[in-house]
């Protein structure tokens, strides 16, 4: 089982929509919680994280948290082309190591 | 500078060369890590520094070898690499290590022949 799960994609969606990115992680005691932005050939860079469950809002961003159902996820409102990217979901496992567990990625395309 | 640089930002070693990533942070964090990005796989953590301290290495084979001299900079040492060690190869900085936010460096793209 993967430690870090995210759909691939591509997940279109038009200018303007909202975007809805999920995550899920199987480590149950995991604390910290990341989206990370990449654009092609370039290295990710940090959306926002969240830590406690709910959500949480930042611009256009929102992060939401269960740690019931262990699931993540990250909407985007108002997206823009400029959106169009792949979005890492990473989590930090309360398992006493310093790793964080990035999944692989959802590639958004946001079509003008 | 701000942020977090790394040198070069593009490498072409042949295996038998022996090379040096170098990574820079200006945020005065205390942790400080690598990544490797493959194509179509997820970021690898390699290693993990704390206040020049490693604390985390990922079974890395030792054909990468780090060095941490002070928390501001992180080297990858790289010697008789393969050609699957091509990759993405990432420096990142936290304000400590577990649970905080991590920033990224440009990273180095590494091709090896």
């Known amino acids: 089982q993967k430690e870090v799960e995210q759909n691939s994609g591509p997940l279109s969606v038009p200018e303007g929509a909202i975007a809805s990115l999920n995550c899920t992680y199987s480590d149950r005691g995991s604390q910290s919680f990341f989206w990370y932005r990449q654009y092609s050939g370039k290295s990710p860079e940090l959306i926002m994280s969240i830590y406690s469950n709910g959500d949480k809002e930042d611009g256009r961003f929102t992060a939401q948290l269960n740690k019931a159902s262990q699931y993540v996820s990250l909407l985007i409102r108002d997206s823009q082309p400029s959106d169009s990217a792949t979005y890492l979901c990473a989590v930090n496992p309360d398992s006493g190591t310093y790793k964080y567990i990035f999944g692989t990625g959802t590639r958004l395309k946001v079509l003008a | ?113």
């Open chain 2, 1 to 113: 500078e701000t942020g977090v640089t790394q040198t070069p930002r593009h490498l072409v070693m042949g295996m038998t060369n022996k090379k040096s990533l170098k990574c820079e942070q200006h945020l005065g964090h205390n942790a400080m890590y690598w990544y490797k990005q493959s194509a179509k796989k997820p970021l690898e953590l390699m290693f993990v520094y704390s206040l020049e301290e490693r604390v985390e290495n990922n079974s890395v084979p030792s054909r990468f070898s780090p060095e941490c001299p002070n928390s501001s900079h992180l080297f990858l040492h790289l010697h008789t690499l393969q050609p699957e060690d091509s990759a993405l190869y990432l420096c990142a900085s936290s304000q400590e290590v577990r649970g905080y936010e991590q920033y990224f460096g440009p990273g180095t793209r590494l091709t090896v022949t």
